[in-house]
């Protein structure tokens, strides 16, 4: 994410071996973090392979230490991702609601980003359930 006078960038789409490749640098060294970060939100932004890109969310978001502004990313990701696909795994959804449940609490420890996220998942999920119910009658 360029922060260039307060004005967002959408990062470049990378492959997935460099997003994993990012991610994991991240995980194993917390001053790689932003290149996972900008990785990350490029791949929930553009990437067209959902499961790829909650393994990344998954990996991210309950693999990074706390304080980490990752944690944070990981749900706001999964936020776009459910906004993008229309659906998520429960795996995801659980991991979004803690992520989010942590921020609440303190966010110190999580950023509030992932509220941001869950917030999106639950607007994004109620949503197809009623289009879903809706065309069973």
Do not use: Y
Not at 49 to 75: M, N, Q, V
Not at 102 to 110: F, G, H, I, K, T
């Amino acid at each position: 994410m360029n922060d260039v006078h307060g004005t967002f960038e959408n990062p470049p789409e990378l492959t997935q071996d460099l997003i994993t490749e990012a991610i994991d640098l991240a995980l194993a060294d917390k001053t790689q973090e932003t290149p996972a970060i900008e990785a990350l939100v490029g791949v929930a932004l553009t990437g067209t392979d959902r499961a790829f890109i909650e393994r990344c969310c998954l990996k991210a978001g309950s693999s990074t230490s706390s304080g980490a502004k990752l944690l944070g990313i990981a749900g706001l990701c999964l936020g776009h991702t459910a906004r993008r696909f229309g659906r998520l795994s429960p795996e995801a959804i659980r991991l979004a609601r803690s992520l989010a449940a942590r921020a609440r609490l303190d966010p110190s420890d999580v950023s509030t980003n992932a509220i941001d996220g869950h917030d999106d998942i639950t607007w994004i999920l109620r949503r197809a359930r009623a289009k879903w119910r809706r065309g069973r009658r």
